[in-house]
């Protein structure tokens, strides 16, 4: 029976990184496509996005039924609960792809606003925090999932940026408001992304070390 427990976990950890991987590739891409308004590409991530759904079902109904016919206790039962987190963090931030993408679509068909945005910065740092949640959780290092943690404020200031360049340049110019509101929920959906990091992050020091990190809870002993 734990043999069978072992196997089925080892299983269970292989899915959650192929979702990892593809979600990662998905997230790329939809990043490039808003930065270089490359809308062919964006649709792309928007035809790929049934792989990422079907794959989280499947890891769902995995954790599922390891709960059911094992019964699993400690360090196991933690894997196993915050695999769940995790699966259903990386679908969302697969949708969050999606609309990225999406958003890439519309502005593709716009002129540049010609504004002091760092959308490459900002997707830089979002990409950087899901690649090494993903690497904390395959490394089991809590150390490295909470320097993630503390990139998640460089995201919020720079959204916050956007939304005040943003703003100042609607009110001025109502002409480029379609335009505005999609680089606006462009950065919305990246600050998002760097959230949900941020979660996967602390469901690797949950794992490691059964230290609750969200709702406040402080990120060191």
């Known amino acids: 029976m734990l043999r069978h427990l072992h196997r089925d976990l080892t ?19 939809a990043s490039r496509a808003l930065v270089e308004r490359k809308a062919d590409l964006a649709r792309k991530v928007i035809a790929d996005d049934a792989m990422i759904d079907e794959l989280e079902l499947t890891i769902d109904e995995e954790c599922l039924k390891l709960l059911a016919l094992h019964q699993p206790v400690a360090g196991d ?27 890439a679509v519309d502005l593709s068909s716009h002129e540049p606003l010609n504004l002091p945005l760092a959308f490459e910065d900002m997707t830089t740092t979002a990409r950087w925090m899901l690649r090494d949640s993903l690497d904390a959780l395959v490394r089991q290092d809590p150390d490295l999932a909470r320097r993630v943690c503390a990139k998640d404020d460089e995201v919020d200031e720079l959204n916050r940026r956007h939304f005040d360049i943003l703003m100042d340049r609607m009110r001025r110019d109502p002409e480029v408001l379609d335009a505005a509101l999609d680089y606006l929920t462009a ?35």
């Open 11 to 29: 299983k269970l950890n292989d899915h959650i990184l192929a979702l990892g991987g593809r979600v990662e590739e998905a997230l790329a891409r």
């Open 77 to 103: 039962l933690r894997f196993i609960t915050s695999a769940m987190k995790i699966n259903n963090d990386l679908e969302r931030i697969g949708d969050l792809a999606v609309n990225l993408a999406e958003r």
């Open 187 to 221: 950065s919305l959906h990246l600050e998002r992304v760097a959230d949900l990091a941020t979660n996967i992050a602390e469901d690797v020091v949950f794992m490691v070390e059964a230290v609750v990190m969200r709702h406040g809870a402080p990120p060191e002993d």
